[in-house]
């Protein structure tokens, strides 16, 4: 009788923790998808940036390219390659000085209606992909920042034009879109597993 409910419990033991396991992984699962739009970036998986001429953070985008296209410990499968013609980019950065208190701002564009951009909403990348993105970096606040902050947000804004979502309670994420510094600088793995998931094809 001893030994029976002995048995009894280490498989109630065991059943809980496999009943913790299969909840966290619901959980991680369900942070991921909160971490990016339903849809993407049209043939997003190899494209071209182009740098406005008046944009001075030339060596700055270059490192947040390196940083996405060459994660430390980790692969995807994105190739952005820099290009001189407008036409053939699919990621424009501009510069801007605004006292709005932010470091950048990102638009994605649709297919053009009547010769004009169709600038969609970021709701709208719940239910449409898009054709390209526009990232305009902020002088005002970049200009007194650090080497590393304006490569994460360079790099975090071009995540958006990939389909990337704002998070707002995890400074460890590239993604944390609140005040303050990230506690990391680089590609992180929650948004590395997303471009894989939505351009390896």
Known sequence: M???????????????????????????????????????????????YWIDSSCQYTATIPSAVSALRYPSGMWNPIV??????????????????????????????????????????WSQAEYQDWLYGKIYLNDTDLDSASTNYRMNTALHEMLHVYGLKDIYDDRGCIMYGGEGDWTIVGLTRDANDILVQKYNY
Do not use: H, P, W
């Not at 029976?4 to 992984?25: E, G, H």
């Not at 605004?98 to 009547?114: D, E, H, L, V, W």
């Open 80 to 121: 952005l390659t820099k290009t001189t013609v407008k036409s053939q980019s699919k990621i424009d950065f501009y510069q801007e000085r605004s006292n709005q208190g932010y470091s950048a701002r990102t638009g994605i564009f649709g297919r053009k209606t009547n010769g004009q951009e169709n600038q969609m909403s």
């Open 2 to 48: 001893v030994k029976l409910k002995s048995k009894m419990y280490k498989v109630s033991i065991v059943t809980l923790f496999l009943a913790i396991i299969v909840s966290f992984l619901s959980f991680s699962n369900a942070t991921t998808q909160d971490l990016d739009y339903n849809n993407k970036l049209i043939d997003g998986k190899d494209i071209c």
